[in-house]
């Protein structure tokens, strides 16, 4: 296993208020986490509260900073994703994307912000499919991007659904497909009842959670049952490589690595994935992590 540390000044803030109990003013200090982070091979983006910061892949302090404040209003952020070259970042909030380019050491937003503005959903995922051109779901709908515009729109059906690359694992009516979501050809279909969620890994597996347990096979594969599961409390499913991640609505996070039986549970604060890397909270910043042969 690689693992990484990346170190980031932890923020504070600071705050009084009045205790009638012993009459007099308590102090208060809350610490901002870093939240959210996204890794390719030549670059690791994280946020922390209303700030982002650029790091080399193999760890240390971060190179840049740039305040959420210049791409969308309110400072709020969803879903971030890198293309597989690092020279694009994808910021994604309700139903626009705004793409940055890393210019010269510095954040360079570029294009417009493409979407629907005012939306009150939140984007779930982002995936780029090339160089330009990325993918995101918000409120039941397939959208697809390119520098400053929105190419397409598809309404997608109310059951769980997971996007990897062009293809998106949608759970319908008593079955699960998978789809090139460029020309929504069919690829890949299973007879499945009250879905939870949906996962596909870059490798070609698939798992899902329905009323009999796990799920996992091959695109191409005959499914089996898998292991039992952890927890039945709100559960979801990512997978970072070929290892697969169960989180529920406790906080709680489970690993199961290929050919394992047994669920382990991670030790950790979890923050992400962003395949093929998953990453946990340290208190001066964040680690990545990714299976190596």
Not at 27 to 52: F, H, I, K, M, N
Not at 88 to 99: D, K, T
Not at 110 to 132: C, H, V, W
Request: proline share 4%; net charge negative; charged share 20%.
């Amino acid at each position: 296993m690689q693992v990484n540390e990346f170190s980031w000044e932890a923020g504070e803030i600071y705050g009084e208020y009045f205790n009638s109990d012993i009459a007099e003013f308590k102090r208060t200090v809350s610490v901002v986490r870093v939240r959210q982070a996204a890794c390719c091979e030549s670059r690791v983006v994280a946020r922390q509260g209303t700030l982002l910061a650029w790091f080399a892949p193999d760890g240390g302090s971060s190179i840049e900073q740039t305040h959420l404040s210049r791409y969308f209003e309110h400072s709020q952020l969803d879903c971030l994703a890198l293309s597989g070259d690092g020279e694009l970042l994808a910021l994604g909030c309700g139903h626009q994307v705004q793409y940055v380019k890393f210019n010269d050491g510095r954040f360079l937003p570029t294009g417009k912000r493409a979407g629907i503005a005012g939306s009150s959903s939140a984007m779930q995922t982002l995936s780029f499919i090339d160089k330009e051109r990325c993918l995101g779901i918000s409120q039941r709908s397939l959208l697809l991007f390119e520098l400053g515009v929105c190419l397409s729109q598809r309404e997608l059906p109310g059951g769980p659904v997971c996007l990897q690359g062009e293809r998106v694992l949608v759970a319908e009516r008593g079955v699960i497909r998978l789809h090139n979501a460029l020309d929504w050809e069919k690829l890949q279909e299973w007879s499945a009842t009250s879905v939870r969620t949906v996962a596909m890994s870059g490798g070609g597996q698939v798992a899902w959670i329905d009323h009999e347990g796990l799920r996992l096979g091959q695109f191409c594969g005959r499914l089996e049952a898998g292991p039992n599961l952890p927890s039945w409390d709100q559960p979801r499913l990512g997978f970072a490589g070929e290892r697969l991640f169960l989180s529920d609505g406790s906080g709680r996070v489970w690993n199961l690595r290929p050919q394992d039986t047994d669920w382990q549970l991670w030790p950790g604060p979890f923050l992400g994935i962003s395949n093929p890397w998953w990453f946990d909270q340290t208190p001066d910043g964040f680690r990545s992590y990714r299976d190596v042969p």
